[in-house]
């Protein structure tokens, strides 16, 4: 057995360990027991249909969401939203978002107050389409974090892809590849992907060429 040195270490599969999560989920909601339900979710996030929407990926949104925090109108909505935006995840069917939200409203009660519930509900929902109006600070701020993956490095950005593909391995190729065109060109046809001035300054040039190339690949394996 050889030693492992620093460079051996993948530093998404590290941040995103349970013992360095489950901390920041206690910070949220401090002076309550609430070790047992972000277990719980963290549990979700490792099932294992997820190949990207996993807890790499959360630890990712969260990481987003702190790099914006300063536009967040109420960042422990937006970061207690951002643990429970993919807390259901079943890619054969569509109302994840909306099971996610109704998760929400059934866990953070014990935890929370109802305006607090409330807002991350509707912030998950979000997720749903990401449709935020510029006014619109927290859903803004999640959104772009979600979205924020569009922006990655290169090697990451076909990880992702690839557990994309891996989440929908029930789909038939023509079927992925005309549905992933569509959802691809869908993003390309608005005026910008990301609200925020981080996400248009840094991120948005690197997104729109990231999901050009992904979508000349779909077209070129036709």
């Not at 963290?42 to 959360?58: F, I, S």
């Not at 937006?78 to 890619?91: Q, S």
């Not at 590849?177 to 609200?195: C, I, K, P, Q, T």
Request: charged letters at 30%.
């Amino acid at each position: 057995m050889t030693d492992t040195g620093p460079d051996d270490i993948d530093p998404d599969a590290a941040r995103s360990q349970p013992e360095r999560l489950l901390p920041r989920w206690a910070a949220l909601l401090p002076g309550h027991d609430v070790e047992a339900a972000g277990q719980d979710l963290l549990d979700r996030y490792a099932e294992p249909v997820r190949r990207y929407h996993d807890r790499v990926h959360l630890a990712e949104v969260l990481d987003a969401v702190d790099l914006l925090a300063e536009h967040a109108r109420d960042l422990t909505a937006v970061r207690l939203a951002a643990w429970f935006h993919d807390a259901v995840y079943d890619p054969r069917r569509g109302d994840n978002e909306a099971e996610s939200a109704r998760l929400a409203r059934t866990v953070l009660p014990a935890y929370a107050a109802d305006h607090l519930v409330a807002e991350v509900a509707r912030l998950v929902e979000l997720t749903s389409t990401h449709a935020v109006s510029e006014d619109d600070a927290n859903g803004v701020v999640l959104c772009d974090a979600d979205l924020a993956i569009l922006a990655a490095p290169p090697k990451r950005y076909a990880d992702y892809v690839t557990g994309v593909r891996a989440e929908y391995a029930h789909v038939e190729d023509d079927a992925f590849r005309a549905g992933r065109a569509r959802v691809l060109e869908g993003l390309l046809s608005h005026d910008r992907l990301f609200h925020t001035p981080v996400g248009r300054r840094d991120w948005e040039q690197h997104a729109r060429h990231n999901v050009e190339a992904e979508l000349l690949l779909l077209r070129g394996a036709d």
